[in-house]
């Protein structure tokens, strides 16, 4: 199953890889449609992720919550208000997540070799020439051809924070990930809950019910209210953007242990080797562990982003 799982992470990531190669090119040369569908795409990601969060946020707390804790099943050791209060403690969190990734971006830029002046770029043999910025770049920089800039430590460009993951927003794109995760599967089981009183029980015989083409045939005839195809859609959204936020999750954290980038795992590179404690401090700080359930985007991790060790990550 492990080797299923890292073979399908090589698969997708080797096609994102793909993708990202095919805007090879001086900038100036590269079709102003692309350019302008790739900006298109960075503005609709987001917007995705805002009205999803907060529809997100509200279907649950003004929706489902009351409609459970209105009725027979409602748990008499939790009131609601805690549960109203955990859900707004893990919107607050994805929401910041993602805001943090995005405003701090700006710090893996690598413009120009006078951005840091306690390197010479031209005293390190291992730097390397980026011919679309015209300067040596340190080791792990890549040129993103998306915002036409070199990013230190680049993983990727994520469409739906409109800017690259790099060495000093990597924490924050994977905690974000980690709350989607853990926010989508509060929302999915207040979402059956409300559902089963509601409409039909998730687990039972008429399960059938949930399927989208039936649920839209019976809505149509008027057998059941249009609301409940919408919380039923609303259902299968929130499964399909819980499960893609539990893939970025696991796909990062074996980078992590790998000790790679997204490039350096398609091109099968392990140059930067080290424990995976090691690796997870390099990422989060040295209270990696508290990240999860308290960040603290001001705790720096540990390195900068620029000198790396061969064979280890600890950093000079």
Not at 52 to 57: A, I, K, M, P, V
Not at 266 to 286: A, E, L, N, T
Not at 288 to 308: N, Y
Request: hydrophobic share 40%; net charge positive; proline share 4%.
């Amino acid at each position: 199953m492990m080797n299923f799982f890292v073979k399908f992470l090589e698969f997708t990531q080797g096609v994102g890889l793909t993708l990202d190669n095919n805007q090879e090119g001086p900038p100036n040369h590269r079709p102003v449609l692309a350019k302008n569908l790739l900006v298109l795409l960075n503005y609709a990601g987001m917007c995705y992720v805002i009205v999803f969060t907060s529809l997100l946020h509200w279907v649950t707390s003004s929706v489902c919550l009351p409609g459970i804790f209105h009725n027979e099943l409602q748990d008499p050791q939790f009131s609601f208000f805690y549960h109203h209060l955990f859900f707004w403690y893990l919107t607050i969190n994805a929401f910041g997540q993602w805001l943090c990734t995005i405003l701090t971006s700006i710090k893996s830029v690598y413009s120009t070799a006078s951005d840091l002046p306690m390197f010479n770029d031209s005293t390190h043999q291992d730097w390397v020439k980026c011919t679309k910025c015209d300067q040596n770049v340190p080791p792990r920089a890549r040129h993103c051809n998306i915002c036409e800039r070199c990013i230190l430590k680049r993983d990727h460009h994520c469409l739906f924070t409109g800017c690259c993951v790099g060495f000093h927003n990597q924490r924050h794109f994977i905690l974000w990930s980690f709350y989607g995760i853990v926010g989508t599967t509060v929302a999915l089981y207040y979402l059956e809950k409300y559902l089963t009183i509601h409409y039909v029980s998730f687990l039972g015989a008429e399960f059938f019910k949930y399927f989208l083409p039936y649920a839209l045939v019976i809505t149509i005839i008027g057998k059941s209210s249009f609301y409940t195809f919408l919380a039923i859609f609303w259902f299968y959204l929130t499964l399909s953007t819980g499960l893609f936020c539990a893939y970025i999750f696991f796909w990062q954290m074996n980078l992590i242990r790998n000790g790679q980038t997204s490039y350096e795992f398609v091109k099968g590179q392990k140059i930067y080797q080290s424990s995976f404690w090691d690796q997870m401090r390099s990422v989060f700080g040295p209270y990696w562990v508290i990240q999860f359930l308290f960040p603290l985007p001001w705790v720096k991790q540990e390195g900068d982003g620029v000198t790396w060790n061969y064979h280890n990550t600890k950093f000079m």
